[in-house]
């Protein structure tokens, strides 16, 4: 298909980038204020996201509502972020009678560019690169879509900058009707979700304290994440009424030291580690169900062991950390669950070391006895408290210094793990043990699922919705219980807040230096989720790409019918 057709196809053929042209809910200005963005680098995890939260805080600035009140657009840095990043809320009143508030909400960050190879240059440039993409290696799936000339490439134009771009323009419709509007929208945009929400989390308090500043009643929140496929092959549109959880969970293994000549005498730290690897990892016992729905089986993130130097000596402690994705566990269940099976892989170490003894010594013809080492499994709570039960406040005291030498060039995770390990350090008791606790981010489940008025209210309103979009725009659509990727939603209300005080916060290592979630303040918030999605797809690959006609021609109109619904 030639270059002209596929832009007219795109509604491209009279597109600018920045500016107010038209009405703002249409498809054209949605592109260019889309192009805009993406125009705008905003890898996460760098200080383009601060350049990404001015632009963003612009684009806003030309809309009229915002010229006359400039003291409901906000720009808040992150607490305590050493990159200084901020995130961007406008929060439009319509009838002041009205303190009913829907919240719109995304993110501005994505993800790096490196896989888009040559092509780097222009990842951020949809126009060139999806004419430049023609001829190029695609899978066949990507160059159908090119050549339909239905679909623009570029890194963020789906995941998820066109989210934002949408809510913008209805920001902007919404605001031109303000005294026949019935109720409020706040629109919030937050860096960092492509890392560790931080944006998201620090935001939390900010959303209670506007709630509170202006009597705002929250009855929904509404996210645009790009849909995902629940099969190959998956060409649904998806709206989802909840958002999958995650944990990161991490296992150190302290085994028993030993030289190289005498192995079998010692415990292998990585021997431990790798059969809680073979055990747990895509362990589909730990996959959870919710209606269409189910959760990825665990997978392994990081394997290591703790000897520094070469030498003649075992190494005989070693730590791992895993993927967990949650629908429905919480934190004290997930605990146990990983408890034992830690209990059994280490049993089945011991039980295989006693076994492989007894042949040896029987080749050597000698009779000697089998290591009698117990399958010794604690939670990173209950070895803290042994620890500082003996050593006190030196405990405190070694882990400020782990912080003050390293938190500019390690990770929280690493962090974490080098915590446990100088706890053993500090510890006299020098038995083989497995420690089982969680490391950062924490991502609760959340699901909205009729147990009050608000919720009631979103599900027949998107059962209406669903029905709308079938007979006037001829598009069907599913509803999902669960959006399977990870997203900011999980901060909007905390089913099991108290087995996260109980259970995720003590056996957190780092819980209170450099990672936390506000508990509390996510409580209070309390606001029922939905992610009306986009029609994206290969997000976080150098083929992501966005489908134009059902996101800005079909979703901006059911959008706008579902957030009056809501509000009427």
């Known amino acids: 298909m030639g270059t002209k057709i596929a832009w007219l196809k795109l509604g491209l053929k009279n597109i600018t980038t920045g500016g107010l042209i038209m009405s703002w809910l249409n498809k054209e200005k949605i592109i260019s204020i889309l192009l805009e963005m993406v125009r705008q680098p905003s890898i996460s995890g760098t200080k383009q996201e601060i350049d990404m939260s001015y632009k963003i805080k612009e684009i806003l600035e030309r809309i009229d509502y915002f010229k006359n009140n400039a003291d409901h657009l906000f720009l808040k840095k992150l607490k305590d972020d050493p990159l200084e990043r901020n995130y961007v809320a406008a929060l439009f009143e319509g009838d002041s009678n009205s303190n009913r508030t829907i919240i719109m909400m995304g993110h501005m960050d994505v993800v790096d560019i490196l896989d888009y190879g040559e092509q780097m240059d222009k990842a951020f440039k949809p126009l060139e690169l999806t004419e430049n993409l023609k001829g190029k290696d695609l899978s066949s799936a990507a160059k159908k879509d090119l050549e339909s000339g239905d679909y623009l490439f570029g890194r963020g134009v789906s995941d998820m900058k066109a989210g934002q771009a949408l809510q913008i323009a209805l920001l902007q419709h919404f605001s031109e009707k303000e005294n026949d509007f019935p109720g409020n929208i706040l629109f919030l945009s937050v860096p960092d979700e492509e890392t560790s929400s931080r944006g998201m989390v620090y935001s939390v308090p900010f959303l209670n304290e506007l709630r ?132 059994n892989s280490f049993e089945k170490v011991l039980d295989n070391i006693k076994t492989k003894q007894k042949k040896y010594f029987k080749m050597k013809g000698i009779t000697a006895d089998a290591s009698k080492w117990e399958s010794l499994v604690y939670s990173y709570k209950d070895f803290y408290q042994e620890v500082y039960e003996e050593v006190g406040v030196k405990v405190e005291d070694e882990i400020e210094k782990i912080y003050s030498d390293h938190s500019d ?160």
């Open 409 to 568: 060039n390690k990770g929280q995770q690493e962090i974490s793990l080098m915590i446990v390990d100088k706890l053993q350090e500090l510890s006299s008791n020098k038995k083989p043990k497995i420690i089982v606790g969680y490391v950062p981010p924490y991502y609760p489940s959340v699901i909205t699922n009729a147990k009050d008025k608000r919720e009631k209210k979103i599900i027949n309103t998107v059962d209406e919705i669903i029905d709308i979009a079938d007979n006037k725009y001829n598009e069907k659509i599913k509803i999902s219980k669960s959006f399977s990727g990870i997203s900011d939603l999980s901060y909007f209300n905390l089913r099991n807040y108290k087995k996260a005080e109980k259970y995720l916060k003590p056996n957190m290592p780092n819980w209170g230096y450099d990672y936390e979630i506000p508990i509390s303040e996510i409580e209070k918030l309390n606001v029922p989720v939905l992610n009306m999605s986009i029609y994206g797809k290969d997000a976080h690959k150098f083929t992501e790409r966005l489908k134009i006609d059902y996101s800005f021609e079909v979703l901006p109109e059911i959008m706008k019918e579902t957030i009056e619904k809501i509000l009427s």
């Open 212 to 343: 509170e500043r202006f009597g705002l009643e929250y009855e929904a929140v509404i996210n645009n994440e790009p849909r995902f496929p629940n099969y190959p092959g998956d060409d649904s549109n998806y709206i989802y009424t909840g958002s999958m959880g995650k944990s990161v969970v991490m296992f150190y293994a302290y085994g028993k030291e030993t030289h190289v000549g005498d192995s079998l005498s010692g415990l292998n730290g990585n021997l431990i580690i790798s059969e809680i690897i073979r055990d747990l990892e895509g362990n589909l016992d730990f996959c959870e169900s919710l209606g269409d729905v189910i959760s990825p089986p665990p997978t392994c993130l990081k394997q290591r062991d703790y000897k520094r130097l070469y030498s003649a000596q075992i190494p005989h402690n070693a730590a791992t950390y895993f993927n967990m994705p949650v629908i429905d566990t919480d934190p004290e269940e997930m605990l146990k669950k990983l408890m034992k099976l830690a209990e």
